[in-house]
């Protein structure tokens, strides 16, 4: 089956770092994905991973090990703005390469 | 440049009545799905398209029909609608092993 498992809540300081992790058994495997979803809006691209490793943009990284079937996301200098849903996304074989999504993990940022 | 547009934002129904949310995209994009997302359960597929004149159904097409008659457009019909469809429904669409793009969103209340 396919299944993709995040936290449903954390919680953060303006300024600090946060680490929001993301497991998954899917069939196929054609990318990494994160997405960010304010309350009310279309989820957005934030980064890509389809070889183990880091990718840093901005203030954003996402991290991916492919044997572990483990990803991270971690965003750094938060904002207030950062208040959001972080959707975890594999891209896989089945249904067109179709995206299977996690449950998502709403991030509330405090002053 | 537009991306990815659906049409209704908002729309109320009442049990049995029918209803399309039309999907436009101008990235040339062949993959095409339509996802609903409900609270605690993510985004599930809906029906997809691997390009113009193809359809196919997804993780949950039970009550929906779809039409993809020009690539860059992707219907989605509820013929009979039932409460249970009450969700907000997404458009997204990709090229191979790139990341999806989302509509808007569409508020779809079934009372």
């Known amino acids: 089956g396919q299944n993709i498992d995040q936290p449903t809540e954390m919680t953060a300081t303006e300024g600090a770092i946060v680490q929001i992790n993301c497991t998954y058994q899917t069939s196929g495997f054609n990318g990494l994905f994160w997405y960010q979803q304010h309350a009310g809006e279309a989820p957005t691209f934030l980064s890509y991973?389809?070889?183990?490793g880091l990718e840093e943009k901005g203030r954003f990284s996402s991290f991916l090990s492919r044997s572990k079937g483990y990803s991270y996301l971690l965003l750094k200098e938060l904002q207030m703005k950062d208040s959001a849903s972080y959707l975890c996304?594999?891209?896989?074989?089945?249904?067109?390469?179709?995206?299977?999504f996690g449950p998502g993990t709403r991030l509330s940022v405090l002053p | 440049n537009a991306g990815v547009t659906q049409t209704p934002k908002f729309r109320v129904l009442k049990t049995g009545q029918s209803m399309t949310l039309l999907c436009a995209q101008d990235m040339n994009h062949e993959y095409m799905y339509w996802y609903r997302q409900d609270p605690g359960m993510g985004l599930r597929l809906i029906h997809y398209?691997?390009?113009?004149?193809?359809?196919a159904k997804g993780e949950v097409p039970d009550g929906y029909n779809v039409s993809r008659l020009k690539k860059q457009n992707f219907l989605l019909g509820l013929e009979s609608a039932a409460p249970s469809q009450t969700s907000v429904y997404f458009c997204?669409?990709?090229?191979?092993?790139?990341?999806?793009?989302f509509g808007q969103g569409t508020r779809l209340t079934v009372v």
């Open positions: 991973n389809v070889l183990d």
């Open positions: 996304a594999v891209r896989g074989d089945n249904y067109g390469q179709n995206f299977v």
């Open positions: 997204a669409s990709a090229m191979g092993y790139t990341e999806a793009f």
């Open positions: 398209s691997v390009g113009e004149g193809t359809t």
